[in-house]
């Protein structure tokens, strides 16, 4: 399988999963609660709003959604058309909702995580969840967040250990050296992967509330209950 074999592989998974997948995000009963969480660990990782954000491998768009309501600029990228389908129709009813508040709702972009194609020195910040294990070159993806970013400027990555009896067959056959991150077996080696992709004061803050609310209502079907972490940097 070539790079560009397993991306797509990659992208064709996760538009299968799309709808399965925001419809577990959606669930009434947790939430308002995911998002109350999460507005609260975004906030304290970001800068002051109003920032640019960009938000790699966003998905069907929670992240950016929920850091827009935060009162910034959001751009979310995803290569997966199923994942961006459903995070351009949230988009939609969020800018009824929100029409006339001020709020600006994310705009979603087709776009690789790994390399983002926007000028140097466009964002304040770099955010993602659930993206560091799923990158195929780790290093040249934060190189690549660096390079967007503003001096001093800050990337957010919240992720976990997911894959502890190994990743399998999931996304097929890998080519050696991809996806390196899937097969971690301590967080901090997504920290240094960081360090190594050129950001600076590089820190790990385990999730704690995240975890409560995994224990009050569940994880996702096949997943165990693992404790999430946020890790942040800085560009020098």
Same mark, same amino acid.
């Given at each position: 399988?070539?790079?560009?074999?397993?991306?797509?592989?990659?992208?064709?998974?996760? @538009?299968?999963?799309?709808?399965?997948?925001?419809?577990?995000?959606?669930?009434?009963?947790?939430?308002?609660?995911?998002?109350?969480?999460?507005?609260?660990?975004?906030?304290?990782?970001?800068?002051?709003?109003?920032?640019?954000?960009?938000?790699? +491998? @966003?998905?069907?768009?929670?992240?950016?959604? @929920?850091?827009?309501?935060? +009162?910034?600029?959001?751009?979310?990228?995803?290569?997966?058309?199923?994942?961006?389908? &459903?995070?351009?129709?949230?988009?939609?009813?969020?800018?009824?909702?929100?029409?006339?508040?001020?709020?600006?709702?994310?705009?979603?972009?087709?776009?690789?995580?790994?390399?983002?194609?926007?000028?140097?020195?466009?964002?304040?910040?770099?955010?993602?969840?659930?993206?560091?294990? @799923?990158?195929?070159?780790?290093?040249?993806?934060?190189?690549?967040?660096?390079?967007?970013?503003?001096?001093?400027?800050?990337?957010?990555?919240?992720?976990?250990?997911?894959?502890?009896?190994?990743?399998?067959?999931?996304?097929?056959?890998?080519?050696?050296?991809?996806?390196?991150?899937?097969?971690?077996?301590? &967080?901090?080696?997504?920290?240094?992967?960081?360090?190594?992709?050129?950001?600076?004061?590089?820190?790990?803050?385990?999730?704690?509330?995240?975890?409560?609310?995994?224990?009050?209502?569940?994880?996702?079907?096949?997943?165990?209950?693992?404790?999430?972490?946020?890790?942040?940097?800085?560009?020098?």
């Amino acid at each position: 399988m070539t790079e560009q074999q397993l991306q797509d592989s990659i992208n064709d998974y996760w @538009t299968r999963r799309a709808p399965d997948y925001d419809a577990y995000q959606q669930r009434p009963e947790r939430r308002d609660l995911d998002v109350a969480v999460w507005a609260d660990i975004w906030s304290a990782a970001l800068p002051e709003a109003p920032a640019d954000v960009l938000d790699v +491998g @966003t998905g069907s768009g929670h992240v950016a959604r @929920t850091i827009a309501g935060l +009162g910034h600029r959001v751009t979310g990228i995803d290569l997966s058309p199923g994942m961006l389908e &459903i995070a351009a129709e949230h988009a939609a009813s969020d800018a009824c909702a929100v029409a006339g508040s001020g709020m600006t709702p994310p705009r979603f972009l087709t776009g690789d995580a790994v390399a983002p194609d926007f000028a140097e020195q466009s964002f304040d910040a770099v955010v993602g969840r659930y993206v560091m294990w @799923t990158l195929r070159d780790p290093e040249a993806a934060v190189a690549s967040w660096v390079r967007l970013l503003r001096p001093g400027g800050v990337v957010a990555m919240a992720d976990s250990l997911w894959f502890t009896d190994g990743l399998g067959e999931l996304y097929g056959e890998r080519p050696e050296g991809h996806l390196p991150l899937a097969d971690a077996r301590s &967080i901090d080696e997504v920290a240094d992967a960081m360090r190594r992709g050129g950001l600076v004061d590089v820190s790990v803050t385990p999730l704690e509330q995240v975890r409560e609310l995994d224990r009050e209502h569940g994880v996702a079907p096949g997943h165990d209950l693992v404790l999430q972490h946020l890790l942040t940097g800085r560009r020098g």
